[in-house]
């Protein structure tokens, strides 16, 4: 199986900072990469989709890059509202639809 | 407007049973497959199961294999999951996703996500 790991846990940045958050996978996935918001409480929501392609109706703070094994997330101001923890996904292969472990921001 | 509300939560104890639904509204039911994902309290996100359009493939986590069984029903806009021999661990939030084939190709992604039932597993 694929794992997922995630850099930071955790980080504390200040409104219009810029944050970026590491994901890595065990193995080489290419492309197949997804990146997910979720608030307190809520459902996720999916920000970012194969890597680099932001979803329709998500800001463009948000943005994501990276192949291989290692991609990033990258809010490019953090705003109030981005207040959330944010996990990966692959979907090169299946099953298991792994998740990273999440990284939470919180807002200074 | 694609809404995705899952029902059929609750308490139930160790061994026990549960029949989650996801109502589905707003897309064509039949065209999408579906996830499970729950959250345990406090914890990160675990995928559980997943159905084709045409039920012809279904997988499962380790972690439910031969206790838990998603089926569909495209007349009624539907998705569900049994939940049986229910265990302590087995305790979260269950979310439905759509799962979204996407043109670079892989195994899709979840692109609407219903806002979750909570399952407690307790004595």
């Known amino acids: 199986d694929i794992q997922m790991t995630q850099s930071p846990p955790s980080l504390s940045a200040s409104v219009g900072d810029r944050v970026t958050i590491t994901c890595r996978a065990s193995?080489?996935?290419?492309?197949?990469l997804n990146w997910y918001q979720q608030k307190a409480g809520k459902g996720p929501k999916l920000l970012i989709y194969?890597?680099?392609s932001l979803e329709s109706g998500v800001s463009s703070r948000f943005s994501g890059s990276g192949s291989g094994t290692e991609f990033t997330l990258t809010i490019s101001s953090l705003q109030p509202e981005d207040l959330a923890t944010y996990y990966c996904?692959?979907?090169?292969?299946?099953?298991?639809?792994?998740f990273g472990p999440g990284t939470k921001v919180e807002i200074k | 407007e694609v809404q995705l509300v899952e029902s059929g939560g609750g308490l139930v104890q160790p061994g026990g049973s549960l029949r989650l639904s996801c109502a589905a509204s707003?897309?064509?039911?039949?065209?999408?497959?579906f996830n499970w994902v729950r959250q345990a309290p406090g914890k990160g996100l675990e995928w559980i199961s997943y159905?084709?359009?045409?039920?012809?493939?279904?997988y499962y986590a380790d972690s439910v294999k031969g206790r838990f069984t998603i089926s569909r029903d495209n007349v009624r806009n539907s998705l569900n999951l049994q939940l049986n021999s229910l265990r302590v661990d087995d305790t979260a939030v269950y979310f439905c996703?759509?799962?979204?084939?996407?043109?670079?190709?892989?195994?899709?992604?979840?692109?609407?996500w219903g806002q979750g039932t909570l399952v407690t597993v307790s004595s």
């Open positions: 996703a759509r799962v979204r084939r996407i043109a670079a190709g892989g195994t899709g992604v979840c692109d609407n």
């Open positions: 707003g897309f064509t039911f039949s065209n999408y497959s």
């Open positions: 159905i084709s359009i045409s039920t012809r493939t279904i």
């Open positions: 193995q080489r996935i290419g492309k197949y």
């Open positions: 194969a890597a680099s």
């Open positions: 996904q692959q979907s090169y292969s299946s099953p298991p639809f792994t």
